[in-house]
């Protein structure tokens, strides 16, 4: 969900698994499954199946997100990311706003930010204040920030498998639980950064860990706690991170699996590859798309249409050089 500029094929690990140059298919195939377990999340707000895509969505892109990494220059790495994330992210924050305006006044209803310029405070702190259509705007500005702080270290200390690593990973680690204790709202998402940092550094990691067989046993015990709600399942946005250190690790277990099987898949997986190319704009419009259309499907219906109608309006930007600049 990251620029394409910035993904170089994988060592080690991922060169097992996929022979050839070029750009590694089962990314974007990761990417795909990655997306619909969060527009699933959405539409399905509680039961066996909220509960099991809860345990590792989101996780899912911050992994694959320290799995692509590579060291670069902070300062220009820094400006290159605040420059093509967050142009995307106001310009689809200001057109769900002037939707959210049209669309619920013509129901008979006031559009969620309708008093201005009081409203602007919220919509720029974002985060915590966006709720609603906006409420997964949050994803994307805690993604950045937690990018530029681990490529600033990754600067000094290339290997994440160097010893060093912990002086970073374990303040990291307990302090994204500490948070999540005293904290009650998040700017731009922001809250979440502490364990986004660790999951990108254990994305990192992992690309350098040949796989080995015995690793399936307690990755997928691990998985199926979480999968099956033994374990607590995880709101990322809020910093709840359900039961510390399990949770979060049945959720790199789950990611970790489906990283291997969107291996398998990848030479057929055509359409998850091409749903996972469209998953920024995805998660940027799938909860509004389920906001304005939950009274008219049933839940089935809702999750294609979340899914279709994102992606017929990906296609769209991409045929526009202007679409493609602002948006993409």
């Known amino acids: 969900?990251?620029?394409?500029?910035?993904?170089?094929?994988?060592?080690?690990?991922?060169?097992?698994?996929?022979?050839?140059?070029?750009?590694?298919?089962?990314?974007?195939?990761?990417?795909?499954?990655?997306?619909?377990?969060?527009?699933?999340?959405?539409?399905?707000?509680?039961?066996?199946?909220?509960?099991?895509?809860?345990?590792?969505?989101?996780?899912?892109?911050?992994?694959?997100?320290?799995?692509?990494?590579?060291?670069?220059?902070?300062?220009?790495?820094?400006?290159?990311?605040?420059?093509?994330?967050?142009?995307?992210?106001?310009?689809?924050?200001?057109?769900?706003?002037?939707?959210?305006?049209?669309?619920?006044?013509?129901?008979?209803?006031?559009?969620?930010?309708?008093?201005?310029?009081?409203?602007?405070?919220?919509?720029?702190?974002?985060?915590?204040?966006?709720?609603?259509?906006?409420?997964?705007?949050?994803?994307?500005?805690?993604l950045m920030a937690s990018r530029i702080i681990f490529n600033a270290l990754s600067a000094h200390w290339p290997n994440p498998l160097d010893q060093r690593w912990a002086l970073a990973i374990i303040p990291a680690l307990v302090g994204a639980y500490l948070?999540?204790?005293?904290?009650?709202?998040?700017?731009?998402g922001l809250l979440t950064v502490p364990m986004a940092l660790v999951l990108l550094w254990v994305g990192a990691a992992w690309q350098r860990i040949p796989w080995r067989r015995w690793m399936w046993v307690p990755l997928a015990a691990f998985s199926l706690a979480g999968l099956t709600a033994v374990l607590p399942t995880l709101n990322m946005k809020a910093a709840d991170y359900g039961l510390p250190l399990l949770s979060i690790a049945s959720a790199i277990a789950t990611t970790l699996l489906l990283f291997r099987l969107s291996v398998r898949i990848a030479p057929f997986g055509g359409w998850l590859a091409a749903m996972g190319r469209a998953s920024l704009v995805i998660m940027y419009l799938h909860v509004a798309v389920i906001h304005y259309l939950s009274p008219l499907f049933a839940k089935p219906w809702l999750l294609l249409h979340a899914l279709v109608l994102p992606i017929a309006i990906y296609h769209v930007l991409r045929t526009s050089r202007w679409g493609r600049r602002i948006f993409l």
């Not at 609603?132 to 705007?137: A, H, Q, R, S, Y």
């Not at 999540?180 to 731009?188: H, M, N, P």
Request: proline share 9%.
């Open 179 to 188: 948070l999540g204790e005293v904290a009650q709202v998040s700017i731009l």
């Open 1 to 142: 969900m990251e620029n394409r500029g910035d993904e170089i094929q994988p060592r080690s690990a991922a060169s097992e698994w996929v022979r050839g140059g070029g750009r590694l298919e089962w990314i974007d195939v990761a990417r795909g499954i990655g997306i619909i377990a969060v527009v699933a999340g959405h539409v399905w707000t509680r039961g066996p199946l909220r509960d099991a895509v809860y345990s590792f969505h989101m996780p899912l892109f911050f992994l694959l997100s320290g799995f692509l990494s590579r060291p670069q220059p902070p300062a220009r790495f820094a400006i290159r990311q605040l420059a093509s994330q967050m142009r995307p992210y106001a310009a689809f924050l200001i057109l769900l706003i002037i939707a959210d305006s049209i669309i619920e006044p013509s129901k008979g209803n006031s559009p969620i930010f309708d008093q201005w310029p009081q409203d602007l405070a919220p919509v720029l702190l974002g985060g915590s204040w966006l709720r609603g259509p906006f409420t997964i705007f949050w994803f994307v500005p805690c």
